[in-house]
């Protein structure tokens, strides 16, 4: 072994990390907590999808709303803007860790907000709620990883939220029959 090898960290690329197949195993188990959660919907679905014809939001349909939806659904379109951003951005700038905690806020009340949301099954918590519960535990996990400089851990962790918490879900809300669905698409 040369001294240049033992002096100097190796550098993994993000495929080797680890990363992706963790992120691929998180990915299949949200998708199969909706797809359980949706069992016997998945008919009307898919024929709902079919008649979906693009439209303004329709803002009567959103006043209608909860205020428990009314700020999840502003809480997570704004993580998702602001989390989209913080994803082009160089790190490690003041701007990185003010929006990081601007962008950790809102995931918080996103996910928050999500234990007073029951509309799908009645006055109770469904299946989703389980990715609420993964939010609420990786989040502060992922603060701690970058108060302990484990750059590589928070980035993991954060990545992970944005992708499978927000993106991947902005997905699952466009289920038809969902608020967004209809909004925007019904």
């Given at each position: 072994?040369?001294?240049?090898?033992q002096t100097q960290p190796r550098t993994r690329g993000p495929l080797r990390s680890g990363f992706g197949p963790r992120f691929a195993l998180s990915m299949?188990?949200?998708?199969?907590?909706?797809?359980?959660?949706?069992?016997?919907?998945?008919?009307?679905?898919?024929?709902?999808?079919?008649?979906?014809?693009?439209?303004?939001?329709?803002?009567?349909?959103?006043?209608?709303?909860?205020?428990?939806?009314?700020?999840?659904?502003?809480?997570?379109?704004?993580?998702?803007?602001?989390?989209?951003?913080?994803?082009?951005?160089?790190?490690?700038?003041?701007?990185?860790?003010?929006?990081?905690?601007?962008?950790?806020?809102?995931?918080?009340?996103?996910?928050?907000?999500?234990?007073?949301?029951?509309?799908?099954?009645?006055?109770?918590?469904?299946?989703?709620?389980?990715?609420?519960?993964?939010?609420?535990?990786?989040?502060?996990?992922?603060?701690?990883?970058?108060?302990?400089?484990?750059?590589?851990?928070?980035?993991?962790?954060?990545?992970?939220?944005?992708?499978?918490?927000?993106?991947?879900?902005?997905?699952?809300?466009?289920?038809?029959?969902?608020?967004?669905?209809?909004?925007?698409?019904?």
């Amino acid at each position: 072994m040369s001294l240049q090898s033992q002096t100097q960290p190796r550098t993994r690329g993000p495929l080797r990390s680890g990363f992706g197949p963790r992120f691929a195993l998180s990915m299949a188990a949200a998708t199969l907590v909706v797809v359980l959660a949706l069992g016997p919907l998945w008919g009307p679905i898919v024929r709902a999808i079919g008649q979906a014809r693009p439209h303004a939001p329709d803002l009567a349909l959103f006043e209608a709303l909860s205020p428990a939806i009314k700020i999840h659904l502003f809480a997570a379109l704004a993580a998702l803007v602001l989390g989209a951003v913080l994803m082009a951005i160089r790190k490690g700038r003041r701007f990185h860790r003010v929006a990081g905690w601007t962008w950790v806020a809102l995931v918080a009340v996103t996910a928050g907000s999500t234990l007073f949301i029951t509309s799908l099954t009645p006055g109770r918590w469904s299946l989703l709620h389980l990715l609420t519960g993964w939010v609420l535990i990786i989040l502060p996990l992922a603060v701690i990883a970058a108060r302990r400089h484990s750059v590589a851990q928070h980035r993991r962790m954060m990545m992970g939220l944005f992708y499978g918490g927000f993106a991947i879900n902005l997905f699952f809300a466009l289920i038809p029959g969902r608020t967004l669905w209809t909004m925007f698409l019904g």
